[in-house]
């Protein structure tokens, strides 16, 4: 008779143990999916890293436009083309349209096929009649067409640093392969030289995480003020915005231009430098 | 031959200020006329500017160098006092509603602009009451 009664003690310890295994099991499922939501999403190739694709009119002719931001950032800054150009930061914000291209607004500003950079002529922007075989529409409307680009990402920044994803910019611009042009005639607005604005760091969020190393410099050259302030950082008062790794992986912040165009979140090192380099 | 002098010289003098007025004033709104008239058509086959135009350009014209000049200084926004800001978020209230009467287009880009500009210094004029607090 007692070894019946501590069989059945066993077998109701094997389940005891059994549900505390399932139990572990379903909290680190959880867990891990929810730490699969806040990772940084693994960074794409370079050539693809911030690439838009405008379908306004899905499946009509002449196609989707793409539109590859490493492209354009090694001529332009990004104040330039979001604020004086007016581009917006979200998709499907700007409002941009064959017309407006045709009355010199959006890609129209530059592509007018009379504004002259680097000597070259920049090709117009949507002429008013589409001709399908008008192979300069191929150029921007290129979604699912070979050989039609005139660039290539691998060959357009051969010469240009690279960084531990893709090409360096800072140190292409510090170095002047690149000059980012920050004014554009007709558009931009003459101003005084900005003042430098103070670098600062920031202390994280959690004890664990290293300080970020916050350049306002270098951010207000490219950027200028409007491009972040109010609608990116909307207040200045230290202490009463509560961002975190969380937020900018949900494209808030930082992660409003980090993970979609400037180097991916995974570059952890680049903003906390005695952080770890990368995070696959 | 005195007499016929005489008697012409009377003569002219009473007819001709009478005649002499009616043609002058005829010449003078001719060449008036003529002058006017080629003036216009002058102006016209130059391409230059008709009143309303021109008008229409100087009004174009006021709202572009009132956006610039105030939306050109966002730079030095931290440099402005709390009551250059106030002016600052204030001519960018009253610009609105003529950035608003433009085509489409402008409208579409200028408005945005404005917007942006307009929520920089109302961010720095915030940033500078808290501070003084």
Known sequence: MPTSSMQKGKKRNESGLLLLVLACEVLLLAHSASAQIYLPQRAPEPSEYGKVILDNYTGAEPGSVVFDH?????????????????????????????????????????????????????????SDAFNSNDRRCDRCHSLGKKGVRKYGYKEFTAKFPKGIYGVNWEEAEKSRIIKPVDFVEGLSVK???????????????????????????????????????????????KGTMRFSMFSNIEGKY????HGKVAFPLNNCQACHPRGPLWAP | MAF??????????????????????????????????????????VGGPSASASQADAAQE???????????????????????LTDLIRRCDSLQPQIEKLDESRKKVYLERLRKCRGLYAYVLDAKRKEKK
């Open chain 1, 70 to 126: 490493w492209l354009h950032r090694s001529m332009f800054t990004c104040r330039v083309c979001h604020v004086d150009v007016g581009f917006a930061m979200q998709a499907k914000a700007t409002g941009i349209n064959a017309k407006t291209n045709r009355e010199g607004f959006h890609c129209g500003a530059c592509h007018d096929g009379k504004r002259v950079f680097e000597g070259k002529t920049i090709f117009a922007a949507c």
């Open chain 1, 191 to 237: 101003t005084a030289k900005m003042q430098n604005r103070k670098d600062f760091s920031v202390e994280a969020a959690y004890p664990w995480v290293e300080p970020i190393d916050f350049s306002h410099e270098k951010h207000a050259i490219w950027n200028g003020c409007e491009l972040c302030h109010p609608e990116i950082f909307p207040t200045a008062q």
């Open chain 1, 254 to 257: 930082c992660g409003a231009c």
């Open chain 2, 4 to 45: 016929e002098a005489k008697f012409f010289k009377a003569r002219f003098w009473a007819e001709c200020p009478a005649k002499f007025e009616t043609r002058l004033k005829r010449t003078i709104i001719t060449v008036l006329l003529f002058l006017g008239l080629a003036g216009l058509c002058g102006v016209r086959a």
């Open chain 2, 62 to 84: 006021s709202w572009r160098t009132e956006f610039y000049n105030i939306c050109g200084k966002t730079e030095d926004a931290m440099t402005f006092s709390q009551e250059e």
